[in-house]
């Protein structure tokens, strides 16, 4: 009876708590575009994308760094969270580079507003936020708003290889700047290399030039973030050997493959903020071609998927053991996939609690074993890795 009540009163508030979080977000938006028109800063550059946004960000604040002092709201992408960082920019940063996420219908609409960005880099356009939009298509339409809001006078770095981020350039009367593999790309990929534990590195021609580039990333999906802030810098006039150099000097986010020295000479790659179905196959890739002694996957929560949970897991763990040694399973899904362990053996483990997989790892990892970790920020992985909080925290 009391839990009856309970839920109906909650279903009854319910309307009144939504109202509440408008009015914060609106009360934070007004406050936050009255701060951009108070720091009036020169340019500011807004970063979206199913993938790569925040590494495309940090790369973009490096180059924009180099010419002058540059305020970056990266990883706190909603909204509320952007307006809320604004306050960190002062009259001195002269560029802001901010971070927007698309993730529900008409969420960058009102982040638009009030940064009143004038140049746009649109990454790649995938199934995040199934629930959401459940096609790719609808997610492209949320994405695009922020290159339909720009000035005539702005500037927007759209990926050529995605045809649903290429179409937008339709969208906008401001200038394009476009970045990818394909031949009709502004800015064209000529050349990529780089397997782990090498990083990566990228022949990039810019139209007047062949610029050799030597990243920190590591695995070749990043090219796509490197090209879209190298594209962005070329595309303010920047000087190619300018933006190659500041790129060279961006580490990796911690946490979006960035790599860390593990027991026994091993090195764990982790990749444990959001684990997409659709991102699987980049973040194998990667262990695929990696030079190791062994390879080792460790498996979270995955999202962004419709169907069977059961087969989507089972059909991750098909893919995992295709290119690696032995695949971990952890959290609370690790079970759906304990009826193929007579066909794997030892090579598939599912382990519900992360203290069980540190103990597995810390006992059995060799030298020079890769250990790619992939999940969402709800299974915690950042437990696993030794010096993760001292890497954030630099």
Not at 12 to 25: D, E, G, K, N
Not at 250 to 273: K, M, Q, T
Not at 328 to 334: A, E, V
């Amino acid at each position: 009876m009391r839990q009856t009540f309970s839920m109906a009163w909650r279903q009854r508030i319910a309307p009144v708590r939504a109202f509440l979080r408008r009015l914060r977000v609106w009360r934070r938006a007004l406050m936050a575009s009255t701060w951009r028109r108070l720091m009036q800063p020169e340019r500011i550059v807004a970063v979206t994308g199913s993938a790569g946004k925040t590494t495309t960000s940090r790369l973009v604040s490096q180059i924009l760094a180099s010419q002058a002092p540059t305020h970056a709201s990266i990883g706190h992408n909603t909204a509320s969270a952007i307006a809320k960082r604004i306050y960190r920019a002062r009259p001195r940063h002269r560029n802001w580079v901010v971070e927007v996420s698309g993730h529900s219908p008409g969420a960058i609409n009102p982040v638009a507003k009030f940064i009143t960005h004038d140049a746009a880099i649109v990454t790649t356009v995938g199934l995040d936020h199934f629930k959401n939009f459940r096609s790719r298509e609808a997610v492209a339409a949320e994405k695009s708003n922020l290159v339909r809001t720009l000035p005539a006078h702005g500037l927007a770095v759209l990926n050529a290889d995605d045809p649903l981020v290429a179409a937008m350039a339709a969208q906008t009367k401001a200038r394009v700047v476009s970045y990818g593999r394909a031949a009709t790309a502004d800015i064209r990929l000529v050349d990529c290399a780089g397997r782990f534990p090498d990083p990566l590195r990228l022949s990039i021609d810019d139209g007047a030039q062949i610029v050799e580039l030597q990243s920190q990333l590591v695995g070749e999906r990043w090219a796509t973030a490197i090209l879209a802030a190298f594209a962005l810098g070329r595309g303010l006039g920047i000087p190619a050997e300018q933006c190659a150099r500041a790129i060279a000097e961006a580490e990796a986010v911690a946490g979006r493959d960035s790599v860390h020295s593990y027991v026994n000479g091993s090195v764990i790659l982790a990749d444990i903020y959001k684990a997409p179905v659709w991102s699987l196959a980049s973040g194998f890739e990667t262990v695929r071609t990696a030079q190791a002694s062994r390879k080792t996957i460790v498996i979270g929560t995955l999202s962004d998927y419709g169907g069977s949970a059961r087969k989507k897991y089972e059909d991750a763990a098909r893919q995992a053991l295709a290119v690696a040694d032995r695949v971990i399973f952890t959290g609370p899904h690790s079970a759906r996939i304990r009826r193929m362990i007579p066909q794997y053996g030892e090579r598939l483990m599912p382990f519900e609690d992360l203290a069980d997989v540190a103990n597995c790892l810390q006992s059995t990892a060799q030298k020079d074993e890769l250990i790619y970790l992939k999940g969402s920020s709800k299974d915690k992985m950042e437990q696993l890795v030794p010096d993760f909080r001292a890497m954030v925290s630099s």
